[in-house]
């Protein structure tokens, strides 16, 4: 794909995205870690569920520690892998509370040092909280890259890296929400809406869903 149509597909998803932002529900930069964190695994409308009950009484590394393993878990059992996800969050509360003034730090190195925090974490609390412009790879970015030739690789830092150097630099930003909105809502994992597709005449995709059924082409 060259850089004069992923250009275009940004422009495109851009004007029909025009906030592009997370869809889990926080109020706080703690907060939006802590979703985030439980959100590995499961859907953000499940997690929002969960922590919009959560937040109402602990919203705080302390006021979560102050909850215990139990109490924590009493709000997060619904969300899959929620018994180490609780762990995790109590001890990162732990060390924010230590080490950084009970704040979210604002580097990659202290943030992947927090227990519960990989890369994609990282990336998402750098992106969405701090400004930025970094790409953190989930299923739609992955699936996205490799599906509309965005970005193809083998696995998830083959993708990230390869978003990153071709990525038109004024969308760097807003990309990563972009591209969750647009495979969340539209380039469905398995039935994409590619009729209803902003992009449909710039995307790379070979298989591509007419009326309900797949209309096979021999690429752009």
Do not use: W
């Amino acid at each position: 794909m060259n850089a004069e149509k992923r250009l275009k597909i940004f422009q495109r998803l851009s004007t029909t995205i025009p906030n592009p932002t997370t869809e889990l529900s926080h109020a706080s930069t703690f907060e939006l870690l802590v979703a985030v964190i439980l959100s590995a695994q499961a859907t953000d409308k499940g997690v929002n569920i969960a922590t919009n009950k959560l937040f109402k009484v602990a919203n705080t590394p302390e006021a979560i520690l102050a909850l215990g393993l139990q109490g924590l878990e009493s709000y997060i059992k619904t969300i899959g892998l929620y018994h180490a996800k609780a762990k995790h969050i109590l001890a990162t509360c732990q060390i924010l509370i230590a080490k950084h003034d009970s704040k979210v730090p604002s580097t990659r190195v202290a943030l992947e040092a927090l227990p519960g925090v990989g890369r994609k974490t990282a990336n998402v609390i750098l992106n969405t909280a701090f400004g930025e412009p970094t790409i953190a790879v989930d299923t739609h970015l992955f699936r996205l890259g490799n599906r509309i030739k965005l970005a193809t690789g083998k696995n998830v830092l083959e993708v990230e890296e390869k978003y990153l150097k071709t990525m038109p630099r004024e969308f760097l930003r807003d990309a990563h929400h972009l591209l969750i909105l647009h495979g969340r809502y539209v380039c469905t994992a398995k039935k994409p809406k590619c009729a209803e597709c902003c992009i449909e005449d710039l995307c790379e995709y070979l298989a591509k869903e007419y009326n309900g059924g797949f209309k096979i082409e021999s690429g752009k």
